[in-house]
């Protein structure tokens, strides 16, 4: 498993690395609802399209984070959010998932993305940036200083997108 940390700096950045001049993306990013549900359970599957570790089972963790997901929407617990991205007409393309953490050591409380998935068809596209910019602007907005995530290994699509 690979741990990562991103330190919030005071200004947030729409794109992590460059993007042309010309490229321009025409997504809104908003926070769910429950009617976002079936949406969102619909892609949880995608988290083990790498082929999870020989220590998971690919059906528990399927099960248990659409448990979850099905939970925070529908309970919507103070220090967690889930946003939507979406185009013009609506049409969703990825979601990501923010909740708070303790730190192990100092206990200061932290933002920490537990998934972020984007549809097939808008994958490579920018989703994943906005989607992750999108987390960094509610976590400062929380007043935490940096945001964790944790990735399986394998998962070298989504460390790509994490080590830009």
């Known amino acids: 498993m690979v741990h990562k940390i991103f330190l919030l700096s005071a200004k947030p950045q729409l794109w992590f690395g ?79 998932h923010l909740q708070s953490g303790s730190d192990y050591y100092n206990k200061e409380l932290h933002a920490h993305i537990s998934d972020v998935i984007v549809v097939n068809q808008a994958a490579g596209k920018g989703i994943g940036h906005a989607l992750i910019s999108a987390g960094e602007a509610w976590a400062r907005g929380q007043g935490f200083r940096w945001i964790t995530l944790s990735v399986f290994a394998q998962n070298l699509r989504a460390r790509e997108l994490y080590s830009k």
């Open 18 to 96: 460059a993007r042309p001049s010309s490229f321009k993306l025409n997504i809104t990013i908003r926070v769910a609802t429950v009617d976002d549900q079936d949406f969102i359970i619909s892609l949880i599957p995608r988290l083990t399209e790498f082929g999870p570790p020989s220590w998971r089972n690919r059906s528990e963790m399927i099960f248990t984070d659409t448990q979850i997901i099905i939970d925070k929407l529908n309970n919507r617990p103070s220090g967690t959010v889930i946003l939507i991205a979406e185009d013009d007409q609506n049409v969703r393309s990825g979601f990501i």
